[in-house]
């Protein structure tokens, strides 16, 4: 599986990782089985938050997943806007420890920008990273505006990343969020890339054309939505798959290479669309 290094954290991770949201609807065993499967296939960058399930994804699931295998992971996970002031982020984060059986998140995340102060949430999270209970942080769900705000409270260097909607059919952070983050070394981890579920169907435009380069290859058409999604230095994927055979399928996209005139065809078939100030988000 092919690493890269994520932001400033200086650590090699996966370009591509796994998801774990709505993992409590589906098959527990199943999803265990497949978070593992995962591991075994290098997936080990590992996406939860608070929010899943109302922790469950996290106690019941992903600590399951993980158990006796901590040091292969980079165990992610994200506080609620709702809780994200500086006793609340301590508090949530001691929360999410206890629920994985852990010590220590890897990288921890404030889920989307909210009402309290950002300073707040910063501060504790250098706290954190201070105490040994977290190793890094970063954001999700920010745009450039909310970005410009946070690197008034803290060097570009101290957030490891943000993570975003990015899949085929939306694309807005090239406008501006993604540059924006290439040029201070922060990475940017897409999430839903499949579009939570509502991947191109195969009759669609775009969908035919995904068709066609994946015979190319010999491989689906998901595994070329991966390799395009994880094209720039400056990106990481995190599908989510519940089933291991799913899971299987989209580790195959690592070893995919796909040609700038495919790159070009795939670009051309899911175009950007008008820039908005307002970054999309689930
Ligand atoms: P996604 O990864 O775009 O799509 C997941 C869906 O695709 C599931 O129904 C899954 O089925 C299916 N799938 C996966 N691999 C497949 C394959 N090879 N063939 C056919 N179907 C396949 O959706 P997502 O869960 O929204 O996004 C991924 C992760 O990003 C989340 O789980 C979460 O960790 C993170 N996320 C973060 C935010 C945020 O605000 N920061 C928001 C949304 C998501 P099965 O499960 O049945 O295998």
Known sequence: ???????????????????TWQMEE?????????????????????????????????????????????QEVFLVSKVMPSNATYAGTLA?????????????LDCYLLHWPGSHPLEETVRAFEKLVADGKIRSWGVSNFGVAELEELVELAKPERVACNQVLYHLEERAIEHAVLPWCEARGIAVVGYSPFGNGRFPRPDSPGGRVLEAVARAHGVTPRQVALQFLVRRPSLFAIPKASRVAHLRDN?????????REELARLDAAFPL??????LPML
């Open 1 to 19: 599986m092919e690493q890269r290094v994520f932001g400033g954290t200086g650590r090699q991770v996966p370009v591509l990782g796994q998801g």
């Open 26 to 70: 589906d098959d527990r065993d199943e999803a265990i089985r497949s978070l593992r499967a995962g591991l075994d296939l290098g997936l080990t960058h590992v996406d939860t938050a608070e929010l899943y399930g109302h922790g469950r994804v996290e106690e019941s699931i992903v600590s399951e997943a993980i158990a006796g295998r901590r």
């Open 92 to 104: 949530a984060c001691e929360r999410s420890l206890k629920r994985l059986r852990t010590d220590v």
């Open 251 to 259: 580790a195959a996209a690592a070893s995919l290479r796909l040609s």
């Open 273 to 278: 669309g008008a820039y908005s100030d307002e």
